[in-house]
């Protein structure tokens, strides 16, 4: 008899009623995708922390702030670089470029 009412109401449901469970489901999907984002950050300021690089910019090597590692302990780059575009095939200190670059102090 159970079969029979499930059955029914599959047919006589419109579709709009599955689907708070389908974007609950996706909702609960990307929470762990930034969850697991979040333990990788971890994973790779431990290991930072571990080398003695911690604290340090992982593309210029200046200090980075300390008001920015508390904000952001996973913190990569300090306040310049991080604002910096990425372009492939530029240094990374624009040598000659006439931009001026300045970095975080301590």
């Known amino acids: 008899m159970e079969d029979v009412e499930d059955d029914v109401m599959e047919r006589c449901l419109p579709d709009v009623v599955s689907s708070p469970g389908e974007m609950e489901l996706d909702s609960i999907r990307a929470e762990l995708l930034q969850i697991a984002?979040?333990?990788?950050?971890?994973?790779?300021a431990t290991e930072r922390l571990?080398?003695?690089?911690?604290?340090?910019?992982?593309?210029?090597?200046?200090?980075?702030?300390?008001?920015?590692?508390?904000?952001?302990?996973?913190?990569?780059?300090?306040?310049?670089?991080?604002?910096?575009?990425?372009?492939?095939?530029v240094s990374d200190n624009f040598a000659g470029s006439g931009v001026a670059v300045a970095h975080d102090g301590v």
């Open 37 to 44: 984002d979040a333990l990788d950050d971890v994973h790779a």
């Open 50 to 89: 571990s080398q003695g690089a911690y604290g340090r910019c992982a593309r210029c090597g200046e200090q980075i702030w300390r008001d920015t590692l508390s904000a952001n302990p996973t913190a990569e780059l300090c306040a310049s670089c991080g604002r910096a575009p990425i372009r492939r095939g």
